[in-house]
């Protein structure tokens, strides 16, 4: 079954220090999106992309953030400085379709960032 | 915009027992509900899920019922089995263009032998 993959499975980092969460999306998929999750609290959605460009973004997604497709299969989030707020559980999905054609997410096993 | 509401934040059941998680959303727009299971360690993996032109939808031990007008949808696994224990989140959206999904915040599940 295919699969969206992500790396590194877990990153630490230095506060303040830049880092880029990379994900390969499932080949046909149209759709990508970034969640993140801090330990125990719910899946919170970062931002959408499609058609090379994010069609929506969250409060959360500031200027720190940004998001690229850089070739054909890879799915980057680079967060740019970071801060101890930032650890958390960073998961990749990507669909199909938009919600218009159902087809669900697929989500990636996640990248676990801690800051120190 | 949508806010999605989920409980119970944990729920024990005996083995061969149901167990039921209930949500509540707060868009009427709102209209695909999909319920995603999370693994330790791992990303949530959708489940099942509903549209809004349905009210219930069964796959083998799983169903989920929605109920549009008091905006609830819940979760029923019947017959639970050791390999249920995991983390469900319920979550919504919408079709109009706006293509995210909001998650509640999830029900720790545990079978109990």
């Known amino acids: 079954e295919p699969e969206v993959t992500q790396t590194p499975s877990h990153q630490v980092t230095q506060m303040g220090q830049e880092v880029i969460l990379r994900c390969v999306p499932i080949?046909?998929?149209?759709?990508f999106y970034w969640y993140r999750q801090i330990l125990g609290q719910k899946v919170e959605f970062l931002v959408s992309f499609y058609n090379n460009e994010i069609s929506e973004k969250s409060e959360i997604f500031d200027d720190q953030f940004s998001v690229e497709r850089p070739d054909g299969s890879n799915f980057t989030l680079k967060i740019r400085s970071t801060k101890l707020e930032d650890s958390a559980m960073y998961f990749c999905a990507s669909s199909e379709l938009s919600q218009g054609g159902g087809s669900g997410y697929t989500f990636g096993s996640g990248t676990r960032l801690t800051v120190v | 915009g949508e806010n999605v509401e989920q409980h119970p934040s944990t729920l024990s059941v005996q083995e061969g027992d149901s167990a039921v998680i209930k949500c509540t959303y707060s868009d009427s727009a709102s209209n695909y509900f999909p319920w995603y299971k999370q693994e330790l360690g791992k990303g949530p993996q959708l489940i099942i899920d509903?549209?809004?032109?349905?009210g219930e939808k069964k796959d083998q031990r799983i169903a989920v019922t929605l109920n549009k007008t008091a905006k609830h949808f819940s979760l029923h696994i019947t017959e639970t089995q050791p390999e249920d224990s995991a983390v469900y989140f319920c979550?919504?959206?919408?079709?109009?263009?706006?293509?995210?999904?909001?998650f509640g915040k999830g029900t720790r599940l545990h079978i109990l032998p």
């Open positions: 509903i549209r809004s032109n349905v």
């Open positions: 080949s046909n998929h149209l759709y």
């Open positions: 979550a919504a959206s919408t079709t109009d263009g706006d293509d995210k999904i909001i």
